[in-house]
Each structure stands twice: as structure tokens, then as C-alpha cells.
């Protein structure tokens, strides 16, 4: 703990080149680190995308072992089917080209496609530290901060004397305004000479970050990493990271949103904002939206309320943050928040608006808005979903795409971060917020009130490329409220678009268990879910040329569409010649007439078909259609369907497919008598609105009041939160360092690769309801978990070397390296959940954080259990896995147990 009041400043945050950083300060009197040029290099070997998160990150090598640098390995890429290290001299850290010339791609292409360049490599190098050569006293080793982008995983550990690696994720997306990874060094440097450590990087050439070569004009696939790594040299206790900020554009001297964010960075100690203002004469009032705690070594966003009295022309907010840590408390001045005054738009003259809200109650969040030309009676808005990649907060690309709209606002959302979740989960309800947010900005000033638009408006839905998927996803599981949808340059899923046949782990698993853990991707496989578009227009654009999503995408999906619907409005516009971006893509006079007409026909009056289908996989993620909606599945992991029949004016005929419960609002869609499956059901007058439905026995109906929706479904739910996640170590973090590591771990994650926030507290804060009522939770490791396992029921518990069955009829599963997760409701709200990590030993626990699902499409159900096969064998070292049965049950035909 530190001694405090004069010790905390803030200042800038240091900017990151993305190139290498070696300390800057002189070695005179502190500490030095350096990478040497030399690496080894160890691949490629056929993995898939997504596989890195069940393998050891250095695999084939087991690192509790002395390396062999003369070894062979057996990979099915390499003439002979085998390789052998390499070494490579790089200049630059900052870029890390690694590539195998000797490999016959072209050849492995040529029947593989895509899926053959796909690979995996470990890279080595040496880390030393150096002490400083006059030592005032004694200085401390200063934290080293380690960015690694575009590679999956390092790790640092000493040079001789193996041990237990743990993994950090690198940046692979290279997203913009990333934070480097505060990481412990495993060892003590030495006081008084060089200390030599090894450093080791997972490298994984993915098709989707890195491309096809083609287009680069070279056969070989290159992956470009790059490794920045030094001692932190931040002054104070808590930093500021100003790249982390969250600042609305201001309109005519008023706020374009209620939400202000300051970026925060605790460098030592545990503290928390507990109060912000600002000067009272400036006319705006900052609220702070609750105590924010910032761990050691967590960043936090402070989330700030704004609200204004009169207008504010200045072009920098000035604001005070008192901070306390135990009994110190401390008052800092921000100076210079940044804000950039816009004046109003008028017929000819507009800029992208930066609009701000609170996601998720509390997450001071971006979106972009583009007004329209004129005023008038509310519109339907275009929600227009960018590509992987783009950031629209410092990029102009994507809004300077978009034709501007003569009466309707367009409404650009970051879907958490420029990749997001691929436009599933947190990135969906950030779409569907940010629009909501724009919807009461315009509410709340009289000037803007003539451009408002309506409460829940419908919305158009445009995007392209990983946009353009999201534009098929965001429409087809909410397709009430979407009146038309443009997707362009769309994938229809992940695993068509770079297939999955070369994965490792399926050479060792039961097909069984992996259609299983292949239930966690049914959800956002859009082919599936195109039965929900039948009467929705549909105008889907591609490029004939397409190098990086191949056309072939778009045509499948419209194909699949009219076999549903013969009759469906889809039209699909493919330009010949194009490739992946053109600037006509949206900016042409067909989708211009598709958008006005549909503008122009708000609010549409045309009846639904006669027959449709709604299909849902994860029902808390899926609207209604025609007022229809899945509430729970009877086999969670199976498909649900629901075909509704109009048999006479008042009467439908319904057949189920796999549901438990369902809903149809009548203000919606008319009935009084319906035929469900065998059973008979009259709807009285009196109970117009929402009415329910469940299944007493299978396929017999009656209307019911239980309208709870199923929760569960795959791990991936944990992101949808309401509020920041909360990660839960134990009170000893003496004892139990790792459960504090791995908290940290995942609360970067979050941060880098969603923008979610995160809380970390401890076992005996559980229950306190200003903690636990936030968001979804994280219990990590056996202690965290034991606290909440009082009064629950859970399904598995992790004690001494044994996984125990509590109900679930699995055999107890003994031995090291065994980790099992699992989700579980959340133990204060109805509508969250939480998940429990634990496992055998230390090296268990790694093993399960790496399935913590950071990333889009990582296989994991509600519940898992790994050992140490997976290092080598991938999925085929899962245990047992399964998805819940409706509440939370037991799901036999969903279970997989050894
Ligand atoms: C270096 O000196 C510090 C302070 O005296 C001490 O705590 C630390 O253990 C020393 N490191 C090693 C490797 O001996
Ligand atoms: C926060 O700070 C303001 C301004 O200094 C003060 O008026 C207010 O009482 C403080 N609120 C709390 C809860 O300490
Ligand atoms: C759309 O194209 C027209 C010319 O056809 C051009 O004047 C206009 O700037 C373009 N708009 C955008 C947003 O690219
Ligand atoms: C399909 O929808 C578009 C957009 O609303 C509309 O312009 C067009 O007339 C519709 N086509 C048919 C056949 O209904
Ligand atoms: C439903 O249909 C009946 C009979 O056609 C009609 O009287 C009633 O107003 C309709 N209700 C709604 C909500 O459309
Ligand atoms: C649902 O209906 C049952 C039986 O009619 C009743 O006992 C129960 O209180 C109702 N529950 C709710 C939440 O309305
Ligand atoms: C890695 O090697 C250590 C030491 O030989 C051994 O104890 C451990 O079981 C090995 N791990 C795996 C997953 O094979």
C-alpha cells in the first residue's frame, strides 16, 4: 500500500507506438529491459481459428521441459511431414514477419482453400533485464508493460527453471487505443547484473486478420507481429489514460449525449473514484454514475454523467476526481478535457456527430449520428453496421461513406470495439442502444425536438462485410423491428467463410461431443435464421469480385431466403467487377429508392404472410416476428421453430419444433382461436396484449402466466451484461495470486476486446449488493466459487485433485491440469447469470481462463470440463460439456460426460 496525497498525479497517458519501445529513460538510475533481435521459430502447424483457446498456446512444446532445438515435429503442411526450428534475426520489433517460404501452399490451397493457410507457430526470443547502474538506494523493479499485437499469446518465464507459463492475450486484431499488458516478471531480477529470461509468442495466421496473399501479390501467408515491451514509467499512483476517454461532440454549445468517460489507471494500490465536479460556473453539472474501484494495474473508464443549465462554449471541460485508497483520500484536478464544438447542421452542411451514452447502465459509450436534410415527422433510422477493423471514433471512412438522407438520421455504432463480438451479444445490444440514445438526445432539447424520432422506432439495417453479416444477424433475430435491410459484401458465418477442415482437435474428439460444443456457434449461423426474413425487403449487394468475402456468400443467401419464401422482397445486386469495397457499394440510385420507399411507406400497413417460420436458438438474444416470440426451448442447444399458419381470419394453426414456451402480442398479431401442435386453445377477448404459452407435456399446449425467458444457452452469455462484469478472487490475494492474475487478465480482455468494464472484488464483498446487483459475475478459481455455492445448487464442484458431480450425472473426474466452467444464474438478479471457474491445481485454472469466451465463436456450451490432452489434442482433451435444459435443468440429450 502506498503512502498517498502527494504521490498521485495524473498526466497524459503515454501513447504506444506500435513499433518497438525500448526504455526511453536513462540507465544511469533505473531499471532497462530489452528484447534480443534473435528468435526461434517453431511451425506451421494446421490449426483453425479459435482452436487457441483449447491448445497450449506453445504447443507442440511442452514448456515444463527443456526445449530440444534439434527436435523434429510432425506437421501434414511441411514436404515430409515434418519441421524443425528456424532462426530469424529481426531488426524491428515492431515488425515481427514470420513466414514458412519451404511450404508448398500453393499446392495445400489448391484443395484446402483458405482453411490450409490457416496456422499456428511458437516464436521464442530472450527478454533481459538490466538493473540500473547507480542505484539511488533502492529502486524497485517498475512494472514491465508488454504489447504484442496481432499475435494470440505470450508469456515470460525464466531462463532456467521451468515453470507453470501463464498466458496473456495479445492484441491480434491490432485495435486502435489498446493498453499494453501489465505483466509480472516470474522471476526477481537481479540487483546487481543482466537477468535473462525467455519470452515465447504464440502465432497464429488467421485469414480473417492477415487476408488472402493473393492480394498482396505473394503465395506464402506472412503473419506481421509486433512486440513493444518496457518498464512502466508512469509517475503516481493512478494515471490518467486519455486514449480511454469518452467525450461527446457538443451541437450549438449542448451536449450530444449524457456521458463523459475518464480513462484511469491504477499503477499501484486499489482505489476508488468516489466523487467528480466541475466548476460551477461553467453550467454543466458531472455526476458520477457510481463509485468506480480500479484494481492494481486495472484501467478503468469513470463514468460521468453530464447535464447542462445553459450552453457551454468552451472547447475543454476542467473537472475534480477525488480518489481514495483505505483510510487516504485525495482530490485531483483534470485540466484540459478536450471537447469539440460543432455548430448546428443546416440542408448542405453536416458532420458526423459524436453522440454519447451509458452502456449497459454505466459504460460510457460512442456512437456516431448523421442528420438528415430536413425536419419533419419522425423516420425510420439506418443503422449502419461497419466492417471488421474500421473504427468509426478516430476513422472517417465508414460515415464518409454513407449518402446522406434526405429525412432519415443514420445512426453508426462502435459495437463495442471495430471487431466487437462480430455484431452478436454485446455488440448487438450496443447497436440497438446506441440508436435508442440518439432517440432521447433529440428528446431532450427543444431545438432538436423537430428532428426527433419515435420511442423503439424500427429501424433500416445496412453494413458491410463483417457489417454486412451483422446486418443479415441484427435483422433476422429482431426482425419486428427492423423495416428493411441492405447487407453488402456479407459472410453468411464464420465457418463458411474460412471453413474449419483442417481442424486439430477433430482428429481426436467423439463427433458427438463436438456437435455439442458446436451448439455455441448454431446461434450466429445466419443461414439458419433466414426463415425470420420472409417478409422483410431485402436488397443484398456483393462485388463479382470480391477478394476478400467471396461473392459467392450472397447469392447462397439469397438462395436460401426464396426457398423459404418463393415470394420473398429480396433482390440481390451483384457488381461485376468489384471487389470487397467500391465507393458505389451504398452510394448508388437502387439503394437510394429502396431506402426512400421504405421511408415512404412508414409505417407499413402490408399483412404478414400467411405462413412463416420463426427460428431462435438463444431466445434472451432473439426478438419477435409478427409479434411471435420463442421464450425457452425444451432442448436449449437444438434448434427451436415455430410455424404459424393463418387458417381463417381469427384462427392460426401453429407447429412446434423444440419449444417450452412462446408468446404472440395481440396488438401485433389478431387471433382468438389457435391450433397448437394437438392442442386446441381459445383466446378470450379480455386478454388482449402478450399472451404465453407452455408445454405441459410434449407438444401439449395451454396459455400460461410463466413468461420467463431461458437465459442459458453458451458461455458467451456472460458478456451480455448489464453492468460492468464483476470478477470475484479471493480475500487472501497472498495466498491465492493466481485468481488475482487471472481477474486482471480477463478485465484487460474485456477492455481491449469489447470495451466492457469490470469490478474486482473479493469473496467477502459476495452479497453485498452494491457489488453483486452490477452486472453478471465471474467467480474465479475454487475459493471464489466456494462462496456462492452455499445456498446454490451448482451442478460440479472442483475439490483437492477431484471434479465432483453435485447433481450432474457425471462419474468424479480425478487427476492434475483439470479445469471445468460452467454458467449458472446469477445469485441476486433474475436476469443475469454468472460463471464459476475452478479446477484441480493452478495449471487447471489456466486452462479454463483461456476458454473465459473473449473472442467471437470460441465453442464453449454453458458448461465444460478440460484436462491436459487439450494441449495437444485441442477440444479432444474436453471432459465432458453440455448445454442447461430450460431453468437451468439438467439436459441429458445435450450432455456429453466420459
Ligand atoms: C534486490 O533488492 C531488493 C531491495 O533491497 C530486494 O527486496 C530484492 O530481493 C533484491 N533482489 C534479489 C534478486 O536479490
Ligand atoms: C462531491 O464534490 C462536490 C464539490 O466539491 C461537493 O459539493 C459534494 O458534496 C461532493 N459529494 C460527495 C458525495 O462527497
Ligand atoms: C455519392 O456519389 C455522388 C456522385 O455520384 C457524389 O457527389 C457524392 O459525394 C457521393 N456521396 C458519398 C457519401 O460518397
Ligand atoms: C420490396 O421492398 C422495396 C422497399 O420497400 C420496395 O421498394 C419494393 O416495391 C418491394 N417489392 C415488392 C415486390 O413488394
Ligand atoms: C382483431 O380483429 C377483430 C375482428 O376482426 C377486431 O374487432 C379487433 O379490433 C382486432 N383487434 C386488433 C388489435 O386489431
Ligand atoms: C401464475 O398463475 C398461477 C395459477 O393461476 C398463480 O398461482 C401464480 O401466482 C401466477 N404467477 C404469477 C407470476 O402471476
Ligand atoms: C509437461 O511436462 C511436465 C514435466 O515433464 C509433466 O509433468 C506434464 O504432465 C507435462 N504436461 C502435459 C500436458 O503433458
Not at 251 to 260: H, K, Y
Not at 737 to 756: C, F, K
Request: hydrophobic share 40%; net charge negative.
Amino acid at each position: 500500500m502506498l503512502p498517498l496525497s502527494q504521490t498521485v498525479f495524473c498526466f497524459a497517458s503515454m501513447m504506444l507506438a506500435y513499433a518497438a519501445i525500448q526504455n526511453t529513460f536513462s540507465s544511469e538510475s533505473s531499471w532497462t529491459v530489452e528484447v534480443s533481435k534473435h528468435w526461434d521459430v517453431l511451425g506451421p502447424f494446421p490449426m483453425q481459428a479459435r482452436e487457441q483457446q483449447f491448445i497450449s498456446p506453445s504447443f507442440p512444446l511442452n514448456l515444463s521441459e527443456p526445449i530440444d532445438f534439434a527436435k523434429t515435429w510432425p506437421s501434414s503442411y511441411a514436404d515430409g511431414g515434418r519441421v524443425t526450428w528456424s532462426s530469424v534475426n529481426f531488426e524491428d520489433l515492431g515488425d515481427l514477419e514470420i513466414s514458412f517460404p519451404d511450404i508448398r501452399w500453393e499446392s495445400l490451397r489448391a484443395t484446402e482453400g483458405w482453411a490450409a493457410l490457416q496456422h499456428h507457430a511458437v516464436l521464442r526470443s530472450t527478454l533481459t533485464v538490466h538493473p540500473p547502474i547507480n542505484p539511488s538506494k533502492s529502486t524497485p523493479v517498475p512494472h514491465l508493460l508488454v504489447q504484442l499485437l496481432q499475435g494470440s499469446y505470450f508469456t515470460i518465464l525464466p531462463k532456467n527453471g521451468r515453470r507453470e507459463p501463464r498466458w496473456y492475450s495479445g492484441n491480434i486484431y491490432a485495435m486502435e487505443r489498446s493498453l499494453p499488458q501489465e505483466v509480472p516478471l516470474p522471476t526477481l531480477p537481479s540487483n546487481d547484473s543482466a537477468t535473462h529470461y525467455d519470452i515465447f509468442i504464440s502465432g497464429d495466421y488467421e485469414i480473417r486478420l492477415f487476408g488472402d496473399p493473393h492480394t498482396q501479390d505473394r503465395e506464402i501467408p506472412v503473419q506481421s507481429i509486433s512486440l513493444s515491451v518496457k518498464f512502466d514509467d508512469a509517475f503516481g499512483s493512478v494515471v490518467r489514460e486519455a486514449t480511454q476517454d469518452i467525450v461527446c461532440d457538443f451541437v450549438d454549445n449542448f451536449a450530444f449525449g449524457d456521458a463523459i468517460g475518464l480513462g484511469l489507471r491504477s499503477v499501484d494500490g486499489w482505489w476508488t473514484v468516489t466523487n467528480v465536479s466541475t466548476g460551477a460556473s461553467s453550467g454543466l453539472t458531472l455526476t458520477l454514475i457510481r463509485p468506480t474501484r480500479i484494481a492494481e494495474g486495472q484501467t478503468r473508464i469513470v463514468p460521468i454523467r453530464i447535464t447542462q443549465t445553459r450552453p457551454f462554449s468552451q472547447a475543454f471541460i476542467d473537472l475534480k476526481i477525488t480518489l481514495t485508497s483505505g483510510a487516504s483520500e485525495t482530490i485531483v484536478t483534470i485540466e484540459s478535457l478536450p471537447v469539440k464544438q460543432l455548430s448546428g447542421w443546416t440542408e448542405s452542411v453536416y458532420s458526423p456527430i459524436k453522440g454519447t451514452y451509458f452502456y449497459a447502465r454505466s459504460m460510457p459509450t460512442i456512437f456516431l449520428a448523421l442528420p438528415p436534410r430536413y425536419a419533419g415527422p419522425p423516420k425510420p433510422p439506418i443503422l449502419a453496421l461497419h466492417g471488421a477493423g474500421v473504427d468509426v471514433v478516430d476513422q472517417s471512412f465508414w460515415a464518409d461513406a454513407l449518402p446522406r438522407n434526405s429525412h432519415s438520421w443514420f445512426v453508426i455504432p462502435t459495437g463495442r470495439s471495430p471487431w466487437g463480438l462480430d455484431w452478436h451479444g454485446p455488440s448487438t445490444k450496443d447497436a440497438w442502444a446506441s440508436l435508442d440514445a440518439l432517440v432521447t438526445i433529440l428528446a431532450a432539447n427543444t431545438v432538436w425536438l423537430p428532428w426527433k424520432l419515435d420511442l423503439n422506432t424500427p429501424a433500416i439495417v445496412l453494413g458491410h462485410s463483417n457489417g454486412g453479416q451483422g446486418a443479415w444477424y441484427i435483422a433476422s433475430r429482431y426482425p419486428d423491428r427492423v423495416l428493411g435491410v441492405i447487407p453488402a459484401a456479407a459472410y453468411i458465418k464464420s465457418q463458411s467463410y474460412v471453413p474449419l477442415t483442417l481442424s486439430r482437435s477433430a482428429r481426436f474428439i467423439d463427433p458427438i461431443l463436438l456437435s455439442v460444443l458446436e451448439t455455441s456457434l448454431t446461434p450466429d449461423n445466419n443461414d439458419l435464421f433466414l426463415t425470420n426474413l420472409v417478409d422483410t425487403p431485402v436488397l443484398a449487394i456483393h462485388g463479382g469480385n470480391d477478394e476478400n468475402v467471396p461473392v459467392w456468400h450472397s447469392r447462397e443467401a439469397v438462395g436460401i431466403l426464396e426457398t423459404w419464401n418463393p415470394a420473398a422482397n429480396v433482390t440481390y445486386r451483384e457488381d461485376p467487377g468489384e471487389g470487397h469495397w467500391y465507393s458505389t457499394v451504398f452510394n448508388n440510385t437502387q439503394v437510394a429508392a429502396f431506402i426512400d420507399d421504405l421511408i415512404a411507406s412508414y409505417p407499413s400497413t402490408t399483412a404478414p404472410s400467411s405462413k412463416f417460420t420463426l427460428s431462435v436458438s438463444v431466445p434472451a438474444e432473439s426478438g419477435s416476428l409478427h409479434g411471435w416470440r420463442i421464450v425457452a426451448l425444451s432442448i436449449p442447444g437444438r434448434l427451436g421453430r415455430l410455424r404459424v399458419e393463418r387458417a381463417s381470419d381469427l384462427a392460426v394453426r401453429i407447429h412446434t419444433s423444440n419449444l417450452q414456451r412462446f408468446s404472440v402480442d395481440t396488438t401485433v398479431y389478431n387471433i382468438s382461436t389457435i391450433y397448437v401442435d394437438n392442442s386446441k386453445v381459445h383466446i378470450s377477448k379480455d386478454k388482449a396484449g402478450t399472451i404465453h404459452f407452455e408445454a405441459v407435456e410434449q407438444k401439449v399446449w395451454k396459455t400460461s402466466n410463466h413468461s420467463e425467458i431461458q437465459l442459458s444457452g453458451r458461455m458467451q452469455a456472460i458478456l451480455s451484461s448489464d453492468g460492468p462484469i464483476v470478477l470475484v478472487i479471493p480475500d487472501d490475494t497472498e495466498t491465492y495470486p493466481q485468481e488475482l492474475s487471472v481477474a486482471r487478465r480477463i478485465a484487460h480482455d474485456l477492455g481491449l476486446y469489447h470495451r466492457l468494464d469490470t469490478e474486482i472484488i473479493r469473496s467477502s464483498e459476495a452479497f453485498d449488493p452494491d457489488f453483486l446487483s452490477q452486472g453478471n459475475i465471474v467467480a474465479i478459481g475454487n475459493e471464489a466459487s466456494a462462496s456462492f455455492m452455499q445456498n446454490k445448487r451448482v451442478p460440479f464442484e472442483a475439490k483437492g485433485s477431484q471434479i465432483l458431480p453435485c447433481y450432474a450425472p457425471q462419474q468424479p473426474l480425478d487427476g492434475p491440469e483439470i479445469g471445468l466452467l460452467f454458467l449458472h444464474s446469477h445469485p441476486m438478479t433474475a436476469d443475469g447469470n454468472m460463471v464459476m471457474l475452478q479446477s484441480t491445481d493452478a495449471a487447471g485454472l489456466e486452462r479454463v481462463a483461456r476458454l473465459f469466451p473473449i473472442r467471437t465463436g470460441i465453442p464453449v456450451p454453458d458448461w465444460l470440463i478440460v484436462g491436459p490432452l487439450a494441449d495437444t489434442q485441442g477440444a479432444g482433451g474436453v471432459m465432458g460439456a453440455g448445454v442447461w435444459g430450460s431453468d437451468w435443468s439438467w439436459n441429458e440429450p445435450m450432455s456429453w460426460t466420459s
